[in-house]
């Protein structure tokens, strides 16, 4: 079979299209023909070699596929790498039938970054009706998916994106304010007056001065849900800062909850019957034919594109 395969950790150049044996099958595992693959940006952290598990070369890139099974079901699923090829081999868990009506790029949104959305929204910073949330990268995959859902549950989103045609689309997904991210100058006042006031809750994906500048908007007894570092720049989270105001922060890496029978269950099925009903949308982006991974990378590193970037292995 065909797959983009790593021998090197590097830039998007390392990324290769090579022929290499169909993967095998294994006890509690699908087969897949793989029709898309999805884009991350953990495939870049892996690329790079900075991802939360480093992986062993050669290697297999890729987190999420949508495809066929061996009888004929059509799936989405995640993967622990293996994604970017003609074939993959996915565990039963964490494989979910498409309904007929779901396009395979929409159902490439709602695995990894619809998951992602659900549970830091609800799982870890258990936003409710009336509360206020701060979703970074409204326009991106994870914070245009979380700003759909935190407006169906009744809250009050204040969204960060870093152009004028993003922060637009955040403003047609429901968000209430939506606020330049392109500078943290002042970016804590932003909020607090976008918002009325410290958010009940808030994500963060940046990292440096931008964890910085959404904690100081958080409000007592408010959660703060860390998913990302895209700047590479980390920060110590000030003790005096948490303690004054009683503020929970969290890390969330949706692998752990991979060997968690309910959780991804429960948040697929409510995705699912979202989209379904029309009121979630999945945002789908570039289709790169199987062979152009490197330029999907480059244009998810530039963030040239939104909604969702897919490789593309069949027709």
Known sequence: ?????????????????????DPEPRAGHLLVNVTRAGVNYADVHVRENTYLAPVDLPYIPGNEVVGT??????????????????????????????????????????ALQGNTAWHLLFTV????????????????GVGSLAVQLAKQVG???????????????????????????????????????AAGGPVHAALEMTGGQTLRATL????????????????????????RVLMEKSITVSGFWLPHL???????????????AAV?????????????????AAQAHRDLAARTQTGKLVLATAP
């Open 1 to 21: 079979m065909r797959a983009i395969t790593m021998r090197q950790f590097g830039g998007p150049e390392v990324l290769e299209l090579a022929e290499v044996p």
């Open 69 to 110: 099974t061996q009888d004929g079901r059509r799936v989405v699923a995640l993967t622990r790498g293996g994604g970017y090829a003609e074939k993959a081999v996915v565990h039963r868990r964490v494989a979910w039938d498409v309904p007929d009506d779901i396009t395979d790029e929409q159902a490439a949104v709602l």
């Open 125 to 140: 910073a258990q936003l409710t009706g009336g509360q206020s949330v701060l979703i970074p990268a409204a326009a991106g």
């Open 155 to 193: 809250a009050k989103v204040v969204a960060l994106a870093s152009t004028e045609a993003k922060r637009q689309l955040a403003k047609e997904l429901g968000a209430d304010a939506v606020l330049d991210s392109s500078t943290t100058d002042g970016l804590t006042e932003r909020i607090l007056d």
């Open 216 to 239: 100081a908007a958080v409000a007592p007894r408010g959660r703060l849900a860390v998913y990302g570092y895209a700047s590479g720049e980390t920060c110590d989270v000030p003790t």
């Open 258 to 272: 991979y060997a968690d029978r309910n959780a991804l269950p429960m948040s697929m099925r409510a995705l699912t």
């Open 276 to 292: 379904r009903s029309g009121d979630l949308r999945p945002l789908v982006g570039a289709s790169y034919p199987l062979a152009e």
